[in-house]
């Protein structure tokens, strides 16, 4: 077994070491953050992630995972360095490299004149991040007077696939695991790791294993807003947008996966991936007009449950509206980029009074979204909803599916993921509204 350090306790850092450790490498999770690494030193969790909370005991237990602030501790004790901290876009959709490059001049602070280490990029990074960082590394090393430091590391990319609410299931049950080095050794050796789990493995050189994870992304974004496009379309031609997404499904060239009509995507991937992939096609001389488009539509997506209530209600100061769903997905207490977000902005804007619930993300949506007069958070679905003049359904988490219909009585309802049967919320609510 192998000793891991993941620097970076983020979401794809916990879940990787965790899972490693689970696999039964000894792994060491860095964060410069002391009370997160204080609250997981006890065992308590900052994400919310199905199962994980159980793998995570499992792996305390056995003594296969432990935690530091610090990076000496973290490079002397790794065979492989995972680098798994945020690169958030910057005002222009472009990827922030500045905590990736302070974790890279951290790791090669400790690297001696006898050590090899192999670094592994488990960050989204743009394509030439990986040969720009080994290059980066040496120099940094030459200048510390470091033996032969062309021959101290190595730089492997390592995208991760791991879909939030399901992060365990995907780490253990990869469709593939892609590793990227100009050392072709390194990236077996990097594979080694997934042994366990028995992966199709996809070894190449490093660029262009950056750019298999840009386009992943972006290709599963445009999906989405094909199919929601598609919905809009339906709208106004009277056709049903849930069977004509099973029709394409069937073609096995095409696959049923994210063609489900509803308020576009969100979450810390998606948007981040697509905005940065245009902004590398830019530099390239290239105009993405495609990939601007799966942006434009998903953002006019996310509006169209205010445009139906406005038609419905004319304007909508000091109308009271429930969501139900804050997180951008089921399954996960992550509101980044949630349509909730924008939905509830636009209401507010508008004069409308919110009444928000979700299961796990109130706390996340609240610290995302600010203080607001007129933003009330529920503890029960139904809190409220008798003097609500709408209903918006978000997210559809499992509790949402089979709610007491009787409650929609006399209100306007926004199916904003194509949950409920028209006939059914028909007997009740005023009207019923969905996408496509």
Not at 126 to 134: F, N
Request: net charge negative; hydrophobic share 40%; with cysteine.
């Amino acid at each position: 077994m192998a000793n891991i350090s993941v620097i970076g306790t983020g979401y794809v850092g916990l879940v990787s070491g965790i899972c490693f450790a689970y696999l039964g490498h000894n792994v060491l999770g860095l964060d410069l953050d002391k009370e997160k690494i204080d609250h997981l030193k006890n065992g308590s969790l900052p994400i919310f992630e199905p199962e994980l909370d159980r793998i995570f005991s499992y792996a305390r237990d056995y003594k296969k995972i432990s935690f530091t602030t610090d990076y000496s501790e973290a490079v002397a004790f790794a065979d492989f360095i995972f680098i798994a901290v945020g690169t958030p876009p910057k005002e222009d959709g472009s990827a922030d490299l500045s905590f990736v490059a302070s974790a890279y001049e951290k790791i090669c602070q400790y690297i001696g004149d006898n050590d090899y280490k192999i670094i592994v990029n488990k960050s989204t990074v743009p394509v030439g991040t990986g040969r720009w960082a080994r290059q980066f590394a040496i120099d940094m090393l030459a200048r510390r007077g470091v033996a032969n430091p062309e021959e101290r590391l190595d730089i492997v990319s390592n995208p991760e696939f791991l879909r939030e609410g399901k992060a365990v299931y995907d780490f253990m049950n990869p469709d593939r695991v892609v590793i990227g080095s100009d050392n072709r050794d390194a990236a077996w050796r990097v594979a080694s790791l997934y042994e366990k789990v028995n992966p199709t493995l996809l070894v190449s050189d490093i660029a262009t294993a950056e750019m298999i994870k840009y386009a992943s992304n972006s290709f599963l974004a445009a999906k989405i807003s094909f199919i929601n496009e598609i919905a809009n379309i339906c709208e106004r031609l009277g056709a049903d947008v849930d069977v004509v997404a099973r029709g394409l499904g069937l073609d096995h060239r095409i696959s049923p996966h994210f063609l489900k009509a509803g308020l576009g995507f969100g979450g810390s991937c998606f948007p981040k991936d697509v905005s940065a992939l245009i902004s590398i096609a830019r530099q390239s001389g290239i105009e993405p007009q495609m990939l601007l488009s799966v942006i434009q539509v998903n953002t006019r997506q996310r509006l169209r449950p205010i445009e139906a209530l406005k038609a419905q209600l004319g304007q909508l100061a000091g109308k009271a509206v429930v969501l139900w769903g804050l997180a951008f997905k089921p399954g996960t207490d992550d509101v980044r980029e949630s349509p909730a977000i924008a939905i509830t902005r636009a209401l507010l804007d508008e004069g409308a009074i919110v009444y928000a619930h979700d299961p796990v993300a109130k706390d996340n949506f609240k610290r995302s979204f600010g203080s607001a007069d007129k933003l009330i958070f529920i503890e029960d679905k139904y809190d409220n909803l008798e003097k609500a003049d709408a209903l918006i359904l978000v997210t559809d988490w499992p509790e949402y599916y089979d709610p007491d219909f009787s409650r929609f009585s006399g209100k306007i309802i926004f199916d904003g993921r194509n949950l409920w049967k028209k006939e059914v919320v028909l007997r009740y609510a005023r009207d019923y509204i969905r996408i496509g």
